[in-house]
């Protein structure tokens, strides 16, 4: 068994590095795809077009094509999730509109992908792609990709920019655009409304004037078994002063009875003209897998005018490891118990062999460094070893039980780690197995 008594320093480090996190995403690209690449050339594409509608203020603008790839500069991002959009035009009519795919790619490996569909491109109008969420475990090259690759005609597209925003800290299940949900009497709302103070860049809006007016956006999510926490940002444009403000449930409902099963209140009070507000966390314990409904409502409200609804957060407090990176010689690094805040969670490196003494190396990301400099032909380090747990093995495996603090701040915190054995059998005597990322529950 290993011992983590210098495994606490680590804690009290990253747990201030956590905290300081925003509480939605942030932006951290915002690309001119005017300055990307695309296939084709003139007379198909005009480059570097001037638009006063567009964000960039230069677009590449597309004339016709059978094969559309645009791909946006490349940019180098650090460990994390993300998310990434790409915003275009149809232009001057619908001939040649098309679905679009918005794909996120590291080279030739996608990370993710979506559809903005020709349903939702209004034409002469800038529009938003639904998100793409991705993670990346090491420093990772991207970029963003706007395609339709099937053998039809597109016409008269304009490629404005790409962004892409750091998801927050916790394990993020889901994170949505609100502006994507369903709306009872869709007609009081106006979609896809420019915005660069949302997560997004666009919200929806909801315009009735007065009179009674039901309040009822909602969208149906499957999830797995165990504790979520969820959250919606939203405003009043004009707030509570003028009675348009009121007071919003937002809720959970078992989407076959549709009973509720939980609920929390964003008080007319707290919603000031302008000012963003996240709702209370939503906490909710399923027993099983199950498909539900999130809502935000009011039945019952006189006016409910100049609402802004931004983006849904959805996170899972049950514990995760994700393992990455190879390892060599046929060590591998599993999490047999999950860290949860006030418990202890385990590691265990396993198919040890002839090897005598286990490592446990935590710290930070790192693009796969060969170790073949220390005679470990073939092995690689993936995690900067800047916390060092050691064990012996025992019939092959090693394990380190590592004590969670029973703070409100352990909770959310993710830690990268990697397992390394030293064998005498092995080449270099050493033998390391894969990384993995582990996140905090409670």
């Known amino acids: ?7 606490r320093s680590c804690y009290a480090i990253l747990a201030v590095a956590a905290l300081s996190l925003p509480a939605t995403a942030q932006l951290v690209q915002n690309l001119a795809l005017a300055y990307g690449t695309h296939a084709n050339g003139s007379p198909s594409w005009t480059e570097n077009v001037p638009d006063p509608a567009a964000e960039a203020g230069v677009v590449d603008q597309l004339n016709w094509a059978t094969w559309l790839e645009l791909a946006s500069p490349q940019v180098v991002l650090l460990p994390g999730t993300y998310v990434a959009q790409a915003k275009v035009a149809k232009t001057l009519n619908t001939i040649g509109i098309a679905d679009l795919t918005v794909s996120v790619r590291a080279g030739a490996t996608v990370l993710g992908s979506t559809t903005l569909p020709a ?19 090491q420093p990772t090259t991207v970029e963003v990709a706007v395609l339709h690759t099937a053998f039809v005609m597109k016409e008269n597209y304009r490629f404005d920019t790409a962004r892409i925003g750091f998801v927050p800290t916790g394990k993020v299940v889901r994170h949505d655009s609100l502006d994507t949900w369903n709306y009872t009497n869709a007609a009081w709302y106006d979609h896809y409304i420019a915005e660069p103070s949302a997560v997004y860049g666009r919200v929806a809006q909801r315009n009735n004037a007065g009179g009674f007016s039901w309040l009822e956006i909602y969208k149906l999510w499957n999830l797995d078994a165990g504790t979520h926490v969820a959250n919606v940002r939203l405003r009043n444009l004009i707030g509570p002063g003028l009675g348009y403000a009121e007071d919003l449930s937002f809720v959970m409902l078992d989407a076959v009875t549709l009973t509720e099963l939980a609920s929390v209140t964003i008080p007319a009070a707290a919603q000031q ?4 507000v996240q709702s209370p966390d939503l906490v ?3 027993p099983a897998a199950g498909a539900v409904y999130f809502m935000v409502r009011n039945y019952w409200t006189s006016g409910g005018y100049g609402y802004q609804f931004d983006s849904f957060t959805l996170r899972s407090s049950a514990s995760a490891f994700s393992p990455y990176g190879a390892g060599c010689g046929g060590l591998t690094l599993t999490q047999p118990v999950g860290g949860q805040v006030g418990t202890a969670m385990t590691l265990q490196i396993a198919n040890g062999g002839a090897a005598l003494l286990g490592l446990f190396a935590f710290g930070s990301p790192l693009v796969p460094i060969p170790l073949d400099f220390l005679g470990a032909t073939g092995c690689l380090l993936h995690v900067t070893p800047d916390v060092l747990l050691s064990g012996v093995f025992v019939t092959g495996t090693c394990s380190a039980s590592v004590s969670v603090p029973n703070l409100p701040s352990m909770f959310g915190l993710t830690l990268d780690v990697q397992g390394a054995a030293f064998d005498p059998t092995a080449p270099g005597s050493l033998r390391t197995a894969n990384a993995g990322q582990t996140y905090i529950g409670w």
């Open 119 to 137: 349903t939702q491109q209004p034409v002469d109008v800038y529009v938003w792609s639904p998100e793409v969420i991705f993670t990346v475990h």
């Open 1 to 7: 068994m290993c011992v983590d008594s210098v495994f």
């Open 273 to 276: 003209a302008g000012v963003w």
């Open 284 to 286: 909710v314990t399923l």
